[in-house]
């Protein structure tokens, strides 16, 4: 089971696995729905487009800055 966080864009580390963002993929120019952040210039490129993305942390790097989407779904 995917375990999904939201995270500030400024706080995106190369290893992270983004699997969603805070757009429709449609209105971004992302041709994957997930991939993983590889370079600096992966991140820059995310940043250009997001405020926050959601990340895998069970496909990727977690981060101390990330909330869990469980917590945030059950604050709504």
């Known amino acids: ?10 706080v995106l580390e190369v290893g992270m696995y983004v699997c969603d963002l805070d757009r429709p993929w449609q209105d971004s120019p992302f041709l994957f729905q997930g991939f993983p ?3 600096i210039e992966d991140i820059e490129d995310v940043r250009k487009v997001c405020k926050f993305v959601y990340i895998d942390v069970e496909r990727g790097k977690d981060s101390p800055h990330a909330v869990s989407a469980t917590k945030i779904e059950h604050t709504i």
């Open 37 to 39: 952040l590889k370079t």
């Open 1 to 10: 089971m995917e375990e999904k966080k939201k995270i500030d864009v400024g």
